[in-house]
């Protein structure tokens, strides 16, 4: 969980990193400039397709990958949110379970450091849960043992990038509008090996299609987005599951922020619990930007 970085100034790295995980993304981040960061995705596949082809129709495969998590239950999951605008890139990395039948999940999210090294915010705890986002640890003014909530239905991007990580749920999901689908061949990630495919899909769609504890979330990137076509590249494992998928979104305001979002999907079975905070831990204050 290492971003590589050069020629950082420490006061712009804040406010992008903090940016990531507020409402007001966009504005900070479209807001700097002029230095930059370099970071991978940090996801282990290997390069080198074959020349097989696929048995069945490529779109057909794909928007079956959300279906095949569900039956499958849960896994760990590793995540990285890429954003570039105006010369300036950040990588925030995430690791964490998921459980795909409850559609509950958690995260801890790593902000990047600053050029020596030095952690420059504690790691943020995020829970996933239908309809909502719970973050600890996020700084902007919340007491650190306080948790914030955010209904991701009243968020601009449904959370897809808001919380630093888009959930893996939703990114699973916005699979079932895929379209364009063309099968690229096989190659590994982790070890495993994999069909990789590659396409565009359509958050609107999506939404429509999308299972009830997600469709209030992509309605509402539907609606924050100014272009409904995500390009993504996805790879499955011989059982239809999703093992690695990679959106690009584009989003505007104040300026446009190219974002790529990495979800590496492995360890699947393993037992995901989700403790949800008492009413009492939740910061009813207001957060600063």
Same mark, same amino acid.
């Given at each position: 969980?290492?971003v590589?970085?050069?020629?950082?100034r #420490?006061? +712009?790295t804040?406010?992008?990193?903090? /940016?990531v @995980?507020?409402v007001?993304?966009? $504005? !900070? $981040? /479209? /807001?700097l400039?002029g230095?930059? %960061?370099?970071?991978?995705t940090?996801?282990?596949?290997?390069?080198?397709a074959?020349?097989?082809?696929?048995?069945?129709d490529?779109?057909?495969?794909?928007r079956? !990958?959300?279906?095949a998590l569900?039956?499958?239950?849960?896994?760990?999951? +590793?995540?990285?949110?890429?954003?570039?605008?105006?010369?300036? #890139?950040?990588?925030?990395?995430g690791e964490?379970? %998921?459980?795909?039948r409850?559609?509950?999940g958690? @995260?801890?999210?790593? @902000?990047?450091?600053? %050029?020596?090294? *030095?952690?420059?915010?504690?790691p943020?705890?995020? =829970? =996933?849960?239908?309809?909502? @986002?719970?973050?600890?640890?996020?700084g902007?003014g919340?007491?650190d043992?306080?948790?914030v909530?955010?209904d991701?239905?009243?968020?601009a991007?449904?959370? =897809?990038?808001?919380?630093?990580?888009t959930?893996?749920?939703?990114?699973?999901e =916005?699979? +079932?509008?895929? #379209?364009?689908?063309?099968?690229?061949?096989?190659?590994?990630?982790s070890?495993? *090996?994999?069909?990789?495919?590659r396409?565009t899909?359509?958050i609107?769609? /999506?939404? #429509?299609s999308?299972s009830?504890?997600? *469709?209030?979330?992509?309605?509402?990137?539907?609606k924050g987005?100014?272009?409904?076509?995500?390009?993504?590249?996805a790879y499955?494992d011989e059982?239809?599951?999703?093992r690695?998928?990679?959106?690009r979104?584009?989003?505007? *305001?104040?300026? $446009?922020?190219?974002?790529?979002?990495?979800?590496l999907l492995y360890?699947?079975?393993?037992?995901? !619990?989700?403790?949800l905070?008492?009413s009492?831990?939740?910061?009813?204050g207001?957060?600063?930007?």
């Open positions: 969980m290492v590589h970085q050069h020629g950082w #420490r006061g +712009r804040r406010r992008v990193a903090g /940016a @995980l507020a007001g993304v966009a $504005v !900070a $981040v /479209a /807001a400039g230095c930059g %960061v370099a970071g991978g940090g996801t282990g596949t290997r390069t080198g074959g020349d097989d082809r696929p048995e069945r490529p779109a057909a495969v794909v079956g !990958a959300a279906d569900t039956a499958t239950g849960s896994a760990r999951t +590793r995540t990285a949110m890429e954003m570039a605008t105006g010369g300036t #890139r950040v990588t925030i990395r964490g379970g %998921v459980d795909f409850k559609r509950m958690q @995260l801890l999210v790593m @902000l990047p450091a600053d %050029v020596t090294g *030095k952690a420059e915010h504690r943020i705890t995020e =829970l =996933l849960v239908p309809g909502a @986002l719970y973050m600890k640890n996020r902007a919340v007491p043992d306080k948790w909530r955010l991701t239905a009243s968020l991007d449904g959370n =897809l990038v808001t919380g630093g990580a959930d893996p749920i939703a990114a699973a =916005l699979l +079932r509008a895929a #379209r364009e689908v063309t099968y690229v061949g096989e190659t590994e990630v070890g495993t *090996k994999v069909r990789h495919y396409g899909t359509d609107g769609q /999506a939404a #429509r999308a009830p504890g997600v *469709k209030g979330a992509l309605e509402a990137a539907a987005f100014s272009k409904d076509s995500v390009p993504f590249d499955l059982e239809g599951r999703l690695k998928v990679r959106h979104f584009t989003y505007v *305001k104040n300026g $446009v922020i190219d974002v790529s979002s990495t979800t360890g699947f079975g393993t037992p995901v !619990a989700v403790v905070p008492p009492g831990d939740i910061y009813a207001k957060i600063a930007e």
